[in-house]
């Protein structure tokens, strides 16, 4: 064994004044938000134009739950209204700098000019409906300047609200779809006019008006709204408390709480930088405390928060994109196929800090320390809601009134106690939360709708698919890696739902190519669409916790005073489950519990999960005892061939698992002069 460095004993901390015992204020929260992630970063007005953004807020709530329960208006009205709302809220709420020298609690002229304009943009349609429809396929001179309006307008307005990233994507696409014929080889195309790109962007259902905003308009808004309505009654305070009375006393108890607190979060949220600051303000001091490494700590409350989105019930955004682009599915589809992935995902990063607090020495939390178990189990009733959500599903109750009904059924559970009750006040603030929350939705999808109808005008998306199957010589496994990196690429710092939009109309094509080219004139089975959608899905995802750019890694090192490239990696390493699963599920449906048995899909989480243990211990070190190099790749390869999902694998896979085991065993006594470690 290679010479150990010096070495001392994590001991338990007592000074109240050392580092690790603080916590962030709600200022440096809203701080770390405003500098990680663009959705938050917001004025704070008051006086008439903060009155005038509150009832503008809940107004648009008030519409989108109208167009809900009663009859919503056609397609073209209902999305240039939701359009109008939100284009106009963003211009008064966030700035158009975001340096710290810039005023917060006044909103400059042009930005007021900007929301008027976008208030007669979102009219345009309602008021010339008629006429619009009559001269459908010509443009008049006010349709051109009202078109690029609308293009303008929602470039900002996401570049403001999203990132810049996604600005100069569609920016790029734009450039693409007028200079078309001037590109080389297959990217090549005709191109498009001035008059050409307008009416296609804001006068058919294929470019802002698309599909993507469409979805906005409907499940994500009401569901976000649910979102909203669970945190007023204070169940996110709740899912800490409780994680904490399950977790807290474990191994390693506050990284297990991170991880029991993250994955309820993020059925409530769709921003991982959002669930970072939300929970791991909570969590990341208390594993400091303990005796985890910052940058350990920061990388487990990274890696948990990033994957609430792949957390079904409720998923991020981008799954309810899903549904509409795969066509012909439920969401309860959608979110039964990323069950076992997100199980096993969870499962991964619940192995290494058990493993971790092994290997430095850490136990669980003191008992003065927890919660107290009675009362916290007593509030069990706040989870009505979203076990509610779960039931209506799968009951066959169409999504957007499941989401509608679970409002309800959270008004009623928060009654149950004085303490969770709601009173009007609170319930107008919800709707005002929600919508809020629903802008930046907004402006994404509105902005991902003009990269879709280039894709869908020029054939780009066929063409893309077409170079990308042949660059990778047909390969199905190299066509996949190479979609990952695009995926990852795109996703650094873009919102998951505009990665998704992208990659699904350009990556997932040439993995449906290549998996169908037994049967190419076919119609592609469901297991295929769904495997190749949430492929892209999950490593534009992932991407806000892959360096260079780490989003919610850098919000998760904010809070722990690390090294926000190490936590990077750390998060990244930790969330080694989600490099692998997506390559398992395109392989083998089993996993996705499509068009497979019961003893199948028990068969290959099984398998599954006892690969993450070997995996787990292989890339931390430890397992019963520390492992060199040697036996460390040999353990990741034992892990690798349990997760795939092929018999003769899994077979030799346990054999050498049962083998590695009793290895441990027998030699694990002979470093008990070795238990104290480096850290």
């Avoid at 003191?366 to 189990?377: A, C, G, S, V, W």
């Amino acid at each position: 064994m290679a010479k150990r460095s010096k070495q001392k004993k994590v001991e338990p901390i007592t000074d109240p004044n050392d580092d690790r015992f603080e916590t962030l204020s709600e200022a440096e929260q809203l701080e770390l938000l405003q500098k990680f992630d663009p959705e938050s970063n917001t004025r704070d007005l008051v006086g008439v134009i903060g009155k005038i953004v509150f009832f503008g807020l809940l107004a648009f709530s008030m519409f989108q739950l109208y167009t809900s329960i009663g009859k919503p208006f056609t397609a073209y009205i209902q999305r240039s209204i939701h359009l109008g709302f939100a284009l106009s809220l963003i211009f008064l709420l966030f700035p158009a700098r975001k340096k710290p020298g810039v005023k917060r609690n006044k909103v400059p002229f042009y930005d007021v000019i900007l929301s008027l304009l976008s208030i007669g943009v979102g009219l345009y349609w309602p008021l010339n409906m008629n006429e619009l429809i009559l001269r459908v396929g010509r443009v008049s001179d006010m349709d051109l300047i009202v078109g690029i309006l609308a293009v303008l307008l929602t470039m900002e307005a996401a570049r403001r609200a999203v990132g810049l990233p996604i600005t100069i994507i569609s920016g790029v696409f734009l450039v693409y779809a007028f200079f078309g014929p001037y590109f080389p080889g297959f990217l090549a195309h005709r191109g498009q006019d001035i008059e050409s790109l307008v009416q296609l962007m804001f006068f058919t259902t294929d470019g802002i008006l698309g599909t993507p905003i469409s979805v906005s308009a409907t499940f994500i808004f009401v569901f976000l709204l649910f979102g909203a309505f669970l945190v007023k009654t204070g169940v996110g305070n709740y899912f800490n408390d409780l994680a904490v009375v399950l977790a807290g006393r474990l191994t390693g108890g506050p990284a297990k709480v991170a991880i029991f607190s993250s994955a309820l979060q993020g059925t409530i949220s769709g921003s991982s930088v959002a669930n970072v600051v939300g929970s791991g303000s909570y969590t990341i001091p208390m594993m400091k405390k303990l005796g985890y490494r910052k940058e350990f700590a920061g990388g487990v409350e990274a890696a948990a928060s990033t994957g609430g989105q792949i957390m079904p019930p409720i998923m991020g955004a981008a799954a309810f994109l899903m549904v509409e682009f795969i066509g012909g599915v439920t969401y309860w589809e959608i979110a039964k196929a990323a069950t076992i992935p997100a199980l096993l995902y969870f499962t991964g990063i619940w192995i290494m800090t058990h493993f971790e607090a092994k290997r430095v020495g850490l136990e669980g939390m003191k008992p003065e320390e927890i919660p107290n178990r009675k009362k916290t189990l007593k509030k069990i009733y706040l989870l009505l809601p979203i076990i509610g959500i779960i039931v209506f599903l799968l009951l066959g109750i169409p999504t957007m009134k499941a989401a509608l009904l679970g409002i309800v059924l959270t008004l009623v559970v928060s009654s149950f106690n004085k303490e969770t009750r709601l009173s009007i006040k609170d319930i107008i603030q919800a709707l005002v939360d929600g919508a809020r929350t629903a802008l930046a939705v907004a402006a994404a999808t509105a902005c991902a709708g003009i990269i879709v109808g280039v894709v869908v005008k020029t054939g780009l998306g066929l063409s893309l698919a077409n170079g990308l199957v042949s660059a990778a010589g047909g390969n199905i496994l190299l066509t996949l890696i190479f979609t990952m990196f695009a995926a990852i690429v795109l996703g650094m710092g873009s919102p998951t739902t505009a990665n998704y939009v992208i990659t699904s109309t350009i990556a997932a094509p040439a993995i449906i190519t290549l998996l169908m080219l037994e049967t190419p004139d076919a119609t592609v089975p469901v297991v295929v669409a769904i495997s190749a959608h949430l492929f892209v899905f999950y490593f534009g995802i992932i991407a806000d916790i892959t360096p260079p750019v780490a989003l919610a890694a850098f919000a998760a090192s904010g809070i722990s005073g690390g090294d926000p490239i190490k936590t990077g990696v750390t998060s990244a390493k930790l969330a080694i489950a989600a490099f692998i699963i997506p390559y398992m599920f395109v392989f083998n449906p089993a996993m996705l519990m499509i068009d497979s048995s019961v003893g199948e899909i028990i068969w290959v989480t099984a398998t599954a999960i006892v690969g993450m243990i070997a995996i787990g211990a292989g890339m931390i070190g430890f397992w019963y005892r520390k492992i060199n190099w040697i036996e460390r790749i040999i353990t990741v390869a034992t892990g690798m061939m349990l997760i795939y999902p092929e018999t003769k694998t899994d077979f030799i896979g346990l054999g050498m698992f049962v083998i590695l085991v009793a290895i441990q065993l027998v030699t694990k006594d002979k470093n008990k002069k070795e238990k104290t470690v480096t850290v």
